[in-house]
């Protein structure tokens, strides 16, 4: 990028490069379910419940969260006009992520309440510290969310304050699901949103992604139930009988069955299973 804007003029320094071929694997990524999302807002005290909301409920990245205000929220949208990263406070990173954002009832029922509680402000952070500057989330991830959703199963207690002398080891409650972060929310959205049959158009505009590809490839996730059902539909669209009138014509035309598929009719096996 660099070389394209003319910031570096020599020889492009990475021409030549190539990827491991025995290079690591990306890691799978994570998207929270419907009912992931619900028991983790149960288990979250404010303002952490609201922020994870909005994070699950209109797929705002990290930054896009910290940078909200109170005036960009109108109208039943919200309009993502900056985003927060590492202190710095810059435009959303494409000309499509700065398009407003439907709020959902549920949602603007929890940022109504939130805005209550916080002594009823009109503009500024819609997430703020006490001293009225930004929240900073990953502040909130290791003060707030983590000793929320890590409970000993038979005390309630979090890791943190679990003591020796409670008479049992910690277990971790398996019913409250892990944090995967906050981007599990944002693919979690665009999964459950398929799930309901939503297009993929359609999603990758309430994403604001500058392209569907980006969208399909790493924010929609099917479940094993989804690929079940979607075999099963196929399996009943092809009727019994047309696969019986094909291996009519291969028995009739003594064509090979390059399938190596069971000649049922002379018992023998087929030299070779594909």
Same mark, same amino acid.
């Given at each position: 990028?660099?070389?394209?804007?003319?910031?570096?003029?020599?020889?492009?320094?990475?021409?030549?490069?190539?990827?491991?071929?025995?290079?690591?694997?990306?890691?799978?990524?994570?998207?929270?379910?419907?009912?992931?999302?619900?028991?983790?807002?149960?288990?979250? %005290?404010?303002?952490?419940?609201?922020?994870?909301?909005? +994070?699950?409920?209109?797929?705002?990245?990290?930054?896009?969260?910290?940078?909200?205000?109170?005036?960009?929220?109108?109208?039943?949208?919200?309009?993502?006009?900056?985003?927060?990263?590492?202190? #710095?406070?810059?435009?959303?990173?494409?000309?499509?992520?700065?398009?407003?954002?439907?709020?959902?009832? $549920?949602?603007?029922?929890?940022?109504?309440?939130?805005?209550?509680?916080?002594?009823?402000?009109?503009?500024?952070?819609?997430?703020?510290?006490?001293?009225?500057?930004?929240?900073?989330?990953?502040?909130?991830?290791?003060?707030?969310?983590?000793?929320?959703?890590?409970?000993?199963?038979?005390?309630?207690?979090?890791?943190?304050?679990?003591? %020796?002398?409670?008479? #049992?080891?910690?277990?971790?409650?398996? +019913?409250?699901?892990?944090?995967?972060?906050?981007?599990?929310?944002?693919?979690?959205?665009?999964?459950?949103?398929?799930?309901?049959?939503? %297009?993929?158009?359609?999603?990758?505009?309430?994403?604001?992604?500058?392209?569907?590809?980006?969208?399909?490839?790493?924010?929609?996730?099917?479940?094993?139930?989804?690929?079940?059902?979607?075999?099963?539909?196929?399996?009943?669209?092809?009727?019994?009988?047309?696969?019986?009138?094909?291996?009519?014509?291969?028995?009739?035309?003594?064509?090979?069955?390059?399938?190596?598929?069971?000649?049922?009719?002379?018992? $023998?096996?087929?030299?070779?299973?594909?």
């Amino acid at each position: 990028m660099a070389k394209q804007l003319d910031y570096f003029r020599e020889e492009n320094p990475v021409r030549n490069t190539a990827i491991d071929p025995a290079a690591t694997e990306p890691r799978e990524t994570y998207a929270y379910s419907l009912d992931e999302v619900q028991t983790i807002l149960a288990h979250l %005290p404010e303002p952490a419940a609201t922020a994870f909301a909005v +994070a699950a409920f209109m797929g705002l990245r990290r930054g896009e969260i910290q940078g909200l205000l109170w005036e960009n929220y109108r109208d039943g949208v919200m309009y993502v006009s900056r985003s927060i990263w590492n202190g #710095h406070v810059t435009e959303p990173k494409t000309r499509k992520g700065r398009a407003p954002v439907p709020v959902i009832r $549920q949602l603007a029922e929890r940022l109504e309440m939130h805005r209550f509680r916080d002594d009823n402000p009109q503009s500024g952070p819609i997430f703020r510290n006490s001293a009225k500057n930004p929240l900073n989330l990953n502040n909130l991830i290791g003060r707030v969310i983590l000793p929320a959703l890590n409970r000993c199963e038979v005390c309630r207690a979090s890791e943190a304050d679990h003591k %020796p002398k409670d008479g #049992h080891t910690y277990k971790r409650d398996a +019913a409250i699901p892990e944090w995967q972060g906050w981007h599990a929310a944002r693919r979690g959205l665009g999964s459950n949103l398929y799930r309901l049959g939503v %297009p993929d158009m359609v999603i990758q505009r309430i994403l604001r992604h500058a392209n569907v590809s980006t969208t399909a490839t790493y924010y929609i996730k099917t479940a094993a139930d989804d690929v079940r059902i979607a075999m099963a539909k196929l399996e009943s669209t092809i009727p019994d009988a047309a696969i019986a009138e094909n291996s009519r014509l291969l028995r009739v035309s003594g064509l090979p069955d390059s399938f190596g598929t069971l000649n049922t009719e002379s018992r $023998q096996l087929p030299t070779a299973v594909n």
